[in-house]
């Protein structure tokens, strides 16, 4: 089993910066792939950004583009550093982490989320 923890997110107005944390613990060395996920009132869970943990290798949604940055340290802890914040980037912010045990978008652990929101 893997725990996922995000912390970090409040509230801010249009322009400000947050930084999302997610502290990974467990049988983390069984994963492959982390990312960040985004639910809005209303709207589907959608992908932000996420890493392939091996290569190295980051993908982010064309609507972060250029503002927000995925990062991991050593212990397998990730963050997301955003930028620029605009209303629609208003959402709860989870973390997930694959195993190759499958789940949505083929993540098998999630965090609880945490709560941005972005003030026009």
């Known amino acids: 089993q893997v725990q996922l923890v995000e912390s970090g997110g409040g509230l801010v107005q249009a322009g400000a910066s947050l930084r999302l944390s997610c502290a990974a613990s467990?049988?983390?060395?069984?994963?492959?792939?982390m990312g960040w996920y985004r639910q809005a009132p209303g709207k589907e869970r959608e992908h932000v950004a996420s890493t392939r943990l091996r290569e190295g290798t980051i993908y982010y949604a064309d609507s972060v583009k250029g503002r927000f940055t995925l990062s991991r340290d050593n212990a397998k802890n990730m963050y997301l550093q955003m930028n620029s914040l605009k209303p629609e980037d208003t959402a709860i912010y989870y973390c997930a982490a694959a195993s190759g045990g499958g789940g949505a978008f083929g993540y098998d652990y999630w965090g609880q989320g945490t709560q941005v929101t972005v003030a026009s």
């Open positions: 467990g049988r983390t060395f069984s994963l492959y792939a």
